[in-house]
T-cell receptor
Framework: GAGVSQSPSNKVTEKGKDVELRCDPI?????LYWYRQRLGQGLEFLIY????????KSGLPSDRFSAERTGESVSTLTIQRTQQEDSAVYLC??????????????FGPGTRLTVL | GQQVMQIPQYQHVQEGEDFTTYCNSS?????IQWYKQRPGGHPVFLIQ?????EVKKQKRLTFQFGEAKKNSSLHITATQTTDVGTYFC???????????FGAGTILRVKS
């Protein structure tokens, strides 16, 4: 596709369940970011993948959160034993990466997660 | 680590008034980007500034990058209701690849 896609668009789950969110970046984009955005709040950085480098996991809020990326393609964000405070929109963004001139981030539409 | 601060957090203006949001980095930046997020939408890239002291304009929007490449501003002249949303700055450090976002400024426009 032409843009970043995310699935599912909405996810409702029960407290304690695991969820997996998917991001398909733009083809050729080596950088991929995950953010969490609570209602009315800013972007909370979670994790950053850049090519084959070790990911920057400094934003993951707890060990219940993990993410993987297969090469320079799909990424999945997994939240284990979900809690109500995990309810938010999870945004994925990709960019050309590195220090290229045109390296703006392209955001996906997000996954709205609701934990009951 | 690198931090990007943005003020104000929130601004409510009358249609036709001007609006400015400011962004400050704890370290020198190689470039700074600005994004707009409409209510219910996702952030969309507006512009990138690279050079010290750079000024760029997009219609009623004026973007500036400070001489020291540590601060930036976005100024909107004569706001319109279509300007509502959250404006984010995002900076990339001199030696890193990671883009760090500010907290954003929420703009509301009263008609």
């Amino acid at each position: 596709g032409a843009g970043v896609s995310q699935s599912p668009s909405n996810k409702v789950t029960e407290k304690g369940k695991d969820v997996e969110l998917r991001c398909d970046p733009i083809s050729g984009h080596t950088a991929l970011y995950w953010y969490r955005q609570r209602l009315g709040q800013g972007l909370e950085f979670l994790i950053y993948f850049q090519g084959n480098s070790a990911p920057d996991k400094s934003g993951l809020p707890s060990d219940r959160f993990s993410a993987e990326r297969t090469g320079e393609s799909v990424s999945t964000l997994t939240i284990q034993r979900t809690q109500q405070e995990d309810s938010a929109v999870y945004l994925c963004a990709s960019s050309l990466g590195g220090r290229k001139t045109h390296n703006e981030q392209f955001f996906g539409p997000g996954t709205r997660l609701t934990v009951l | 680590g690198q931090q990007v601060m943005q003020i104000p957090q929130y601004q409510h203006v009358q249609e036709g008034e001007d609006f400015t949001t400011y962004c400050n980095s704890s370290t020198t930046l190689s470039n700074i980007q600005w994004y707009k997020q409409r209510p219910g939408g996702h952030p969309v890239f507006l512009i990138q500034l690279v050079k010290s002291g750079e000024v760029k304009k997009q219609k009623r929007l004026t973007f500036q990058f400070g001489e020291a490449k540590k601060n930036s501003s976005l100024h909107i002249t004569a706001t319109q209701t279509t300007d509502v949303g959250t404006y984010f700055c995002a900076g990339r450090g001199e030696y890193g690849n990671k883009l760090v976002f500010g907290a954003g400024t929420i703009l509301r426009v009263k008609s």
